[in-house]
């Protein structure tokens, strides 16, 4: 499993939330930073916007400990 990214589209109801997405995904909304990070994205009001794809990075047990 290591490495396997998904490719999640941004939905309205997650609109410049990289906290909400985090959740979904990690549910913990504490890697919203990783999110951005790993997609290169500086401003969630701008680029987290509806119909957006979004790389969702895998993360193993050790990074969320």
């Known amino acids: 499993k290591l490495g396997k990214d998904q490719v999640g589209t941004v939905k309205q109801y997650v609109e410049s939330r990289p ?3 985090s959740d979904i ?5 504490s890697h919203w930073w990783y999110l951005l990070l790993y997609n290169n994205m500086n401003d ?5 916007k509806p119909g957006n794809n979004l790389l969702i ?6 990074f969320s400990r």
């Open 19 to 21: 906290d909400t997405i």
């Open 25 to 29: 995904f990690y549910n913990t909304a």
């Open 57 to 62: 990075p895998f993360i193993d047990d050790t």
């Open 44 to 48: 969630p009001f701008e680029s987290l």
